[in-house]
């Protein structure tokens, strides 16, 4: 069992930045595959990026070379650095856990824990 807490959110300017963290406890997340996931109202939830129990790491495309996560195992926390934001990327994000896995990292319905979400607002 673990439980997932975001924080960082906020509101921003476009071409501005925040970083996203998500602390976990119960587990360390070492044992786990770690993701984030966002979700504007009215639209599925989507995948964002994801690092997985060895290193591995995936972007969707509409964040690659702007967003970059990254992984504490001493801290049991996953980071979200989002860089040159675009009002598009307004939405509520998710950290996401899965138990250790080498299938896809971007379906949604294998992460069996949630945080309760973090807003994320880009001004044009």
């Known amino acids: 069992q673990v439980q997932l807490v975001e924080s960082g959110g906020g509101l921003v300017q476009a071409g501005g930045s925040l970083r996203l963290s998500c602390a976990a406890s119960g587990r360390t997340v070492s044992l786990y595959d770690m993701a984030w996931f966002r979700q504007v109202p009215g639209k599925e939830r989507e995948f964002v990026a994801a690092i997985r129990w060895s290193g591995d790491i995936y972007y969707t495309d509409s964040v690659k070379g702007r967003f970059t996560i990254s992984r504490d195992n001493v801290k049991s926390t996953v980071n979200l650095q989002m860089n040159s934001l675009k009002p598009e990327d307004t939405a509520l994000y998710y950290c996401?856990?899965?138990?250790?896995?080498?299938?896809?990292?971007?379906?949604?319905?294998?992460?069996?824990?949630w945080g309760q979400g973090t807003q994320v607002t880009v001004s044009s």
């Open positions: 996401a856990a899965r138990g250790a896995s080498n299938s896809y990292l971007g379906r949604l319905s294998e992460y069996k824990y």
